[in-house]
């Protein structure tokens, strides 16, 4: 069972977090004599957890993989583990502020544990349709070439992508993460367990988001996870419908510097001074980039502030790398006019990109 860290911490008492360790240790073998003990106790009684805690494989479990939670050092052998406050659960009373700080380090490790020792089963096209008709009545979803979608705002799309958990997706051509901001946390759990091992392509949309709620734009809360999943896309990655800052951009052109084709499309990127992505785009292979929409006013608003553009554009020509394999840079809809785009690229020119639609030249 997994420790769903976005759960307030009052929601899990001494007992539950107790209960949920009896169910990670179960079936493993140096961890019998613990599992016996969790195993019938649904109730967790005062008593039961008492006896459980005072189990020496049960400290032995806590010492071993708590470690790093609190910091190394903290303790070096069982010896010098106490357990006596019922309270603080017994972890290392020295070493741990509050209980509320225990529980967090306690369900930080323990899902660390859990997804570490996650096998996750690949599915076939065959098992991948079944499941998908018995979930929404829809003959088939995809086939062995086809690209498939997962929108985090329809009912049907959600219970399908909760039944993936612990398999990873087959191989196709492309997938469609839509309204990611519906299900964050579903979403996250698919790129982490499901995405395929291999794919050409990847589009991470958030569209149906109100810009307004900035919580739900930011492209930050994914950042790990994308990490985890753009260096199995061999081909083209699009971000829609985000908020990023120069920081992000950075990083998320880091994990794209091999793809062919990158996208931002209706994101919202304020780039008040140029920022250095020279370290971020060495060595890339980038030949398409995408900018469509993102100058519209509820996104990054290009025409009150063409400064956010010509920063962008003077970052970007500054990459040599970038120089080399660029041949197109897609500006649709951003509503800069024509004559000022014009200027930033004379002043900051490509080698050989063309700019698409309104330049349909090389700018050098």
Same mark, same amino acid.
């Given at each position: 069972?997994?420790l ?11 007992e539950?977090?107790?209960?949920k ?10 961890y019998e ?14 008593g039961?957890?008492k ?7 049960f400290?032995?479990?806590?010492v071993?993989?708590?470690l ?13 583990a ?5 309270s603080?659960?017994?972890y ?9 700080e225990c ?22 096209t065959?098992?991948?349709?079944t499941?998908f ?15 498939m979608?997962?929108q ?6 959600i219970?399908?992508?909760?039944s993936?958990?612990?398999?990873r ?12 901001h ?6 996250k ?28 734009i930011?492209?930050?809360r ?21 908020e ?7 990083k ?5 510097? #091999? ?7 209706n994101?919202?990127i304020h =780039?008040?001074?140029? !920022? %250095? *992505?020279?370290? &971020? /785009?060495?060595?890339?292979k ?5 900018f ?10 290009? #025409?009150t ?10 970052? =970007?020509?500054?990459? !040599? %790398? *970038?120089?080399? &394999? /660029? ?8 509503k800069v ?5 014009i ?7 490509f ?5 698409y ?8």
């Amino acid at each position: 069972m997994e420790l769903d860290l976005d759960q307030s911490m009052d929601k899990y008492s001494v007992e539950e977090i107790v209960q949920k360790i009896g169910n990670m240790v179960k079936g493993r073998k140096e961890y019998e004599g613990l599992s016996k003990k969790v195993a019938g106790k649904e109730e967790g009684g005062r008593g039961v957890i008492k006896e459980i805690m005072e189990d020496e494989k049960f400290r032995e479990f806590c010492v071993r993989f708590t470690l790093d939670a609190i910091g190394k050092g903290a303790i070096t052998t069982l010896d010098q583990a106490d357990f006596p406050d019922f309270s603080s659960l017994g972890y290392l009373r020295a070493s741990i502020k509050s209980q509320r700080e225990c529980i967090r380090n306690i369900k930080r490790q323990f899902s660390k544990i859990y997804e570490r020792n996650l096998k996750t089963e690949s599915l076939s096209t065959t098992n991948l349709n079944t499941r998908f008709h018995s979930l929404s009545g829809y003959l088939s979803y995809l086939n062995s070439n086809s690209a498939m979608s997962l929108q985090m705002d329809k009912e049907y799309s959600i219970k399908f992508a909760k039944s993936l958990m612990n398999y990873r997706l087959p191989k196709c051509s492309e997938i469609y993460l839509y309204s990611v901001h519906k299900r964050p946390e579903l979403t996250k759990n698919i790129l982490k367990r499901s995405f395929p091992e291999q794919i050409e392509g990847f589009s991470f949309d958030n569209r149906g988001v109100d810009f307004a709620k900035t919580k739900k734009i930011n492209i930050g809360r994914y950042l790990k996870e994308l990490s985890q999943v753009i260096p199995n896309v061999t081909h083209r990655v699009t971000f829609k419908h985000f908020e990023i800052n120069q920081y992000q951009l950075s990083k998320l052109f880091y994990l794209s510097r #091999e793809k062919k084709q990158v996208g931002f499309r209706n994101c919202r990127i304020h =780039l008040k001074t140029p !920022p %250095d *992505l020279s370290k &971020s /785009l060495k060595g890339c292979k980038i030949e398409t980039l995408n900018f469509d929409s993102c100058g519209e006013s509820q996104y990054s608003d290009w #025409e009150t502030h063409p400064e956010y553009l010509c920063n962008l554009i003077e970052s =970007l020509s500054q990459c !040599p %790398d *970038l120089q080399d &394999s /660029l041949t197109q840079i897609s500006l649709c809809w951003i509503k800069v006019p024509k004559e000022i785009q014009i200027k930033i690229f004379e002043q900051h020119p490509f080698k050989k990109a063309t700019v698409y639609p309104y330049l349909t030249f090389s700018p050098n």
